[in-house]
Each structure stands twice: as C-alpha cells, then as structure tokens.
C-alpha cells in the first residue's frame, strides 16, 4: 500500500473533495492577504510507534469493517507557501485523540487500553498535489484532559520539517481555557487556527466538513 496516497479499495471517498474544489482553485489570493499559520507546539503524544495504516482514512483501519466512533469530518486545505503559491509534494501529517479522550502513543493508550477506540486510526498522512490541496476522513476533535479540542498538524518535505501546529474548533467554549491556544495573543492567529465544522449537505448521515488552509512562513525548495 502507498502510505501518501488514498487507496479505492479502502472506501476513502477522495470523491468527496468535489464539494470543496473550487476552494482549491480561487483566482485572486494575493500574498498580502494571507496570514501566515502560526506555529503551535507538537505536544507529547506524536505516535511513538506509527501504525501499520498510515493512509489518509483514519475512520478505517485496513480492510476492518468497523469504523470509529465519532461525527466522520471530511478534513481538506491547502498548503500554500509565503506567497500564497500552492506547496506541492508536501507531507501532511495529522494525529488526534480518539472519540474517548485516548492518543496513539503507549504513554496514555498504555494506561487507558481499556478505553481506547481500536478502530481509530489516530495517525494519518496525505501527500499534497499541484494546487497544494490534501483531504483527510476523521473524526470530529474531542476534549482531552486538560485540552481544548484540536487537532495536530506537521507539515514536512523532503524529510524537513516545514510547521507543526493545532486547528481548533471555532467557537468552541473550550479554547478560551485552553492555554495553548490563548497563548496566541493576536485575534488574526486564532482566527488562522480555528475552523468551522460544518455539516455536510450532501451527507445523509450527519457528515461534517472542515477546511483548514496552512499558510507556510518559508517557501520550500521545489
């Protein structure tokens, strides 16, 4: 299997980008009107040990039949560099806690195996394309102790590590006591970092979408 690309067989619905495509493509983004996405903190659970499915459908993990508990997302954006070009050939990494609180990382599914959703992925990746999009099928962020709802980003390439940051939920009640997300102290970063998950008309069950463009402070190497 290719870990940087959907696989048809695996239900991953990269059809579903149709409804945000023309998002990928809008004339007139000039340089001067995209804030740049803040960098957040990788915080402790980056998987330790990454999952044999590492594919961009976190909801289902091989060929199981079951899927994760959670409202499913369709998660896309664009990676776009400092002046607003599309990044192609970038590696975008996400990872969150699962629909009961619990990370893919033995330090907290270690002691919580009792509670952890096993079929979540946790883990997933997306290789961007021409027009620097990526989608992603997941699960809506829940809290974590002690945390907002979030989820992690890292965007790499060529092995570099290009932004690690979070995107949270807009208006959610939570961010406001959440102290990594007040530490950004200027209302357009929190506003680069927080996105709307809206539903989904064309879902008949309740699906959510998000989109959530990155904005690099670098412009990577071709």
Known sequence: MNLLSPNPNRRVFLSTLAFGAAAFTTPGLF???????????????YPNKLPLDTDNDLILINDKLTTAVGEITHLTGRVLDAKGNPVRNAVVEIWQCDGNGVYLHTADSGRKQDQQDKNFQGFGRFLTGSTGEYYFRTIKPVPY??????IHFQIKKRDKE?????????GHPGNERDGIYRSLRDPKDRDALTVDFALLKESRVGELAAKFDIVLGVTPEA
């Open 162 to 170: 290009l932004l690690t940051t979070q995107c949270y939920i807009k």
């Open 31 to 45: 340089a001067e009107e995209l804030t740049r996405t803040p960098a957040q903190t990788e915080g402790p659970f």
């Open 145 to 150: 102790p002690g945390r907002t709802p979030h």
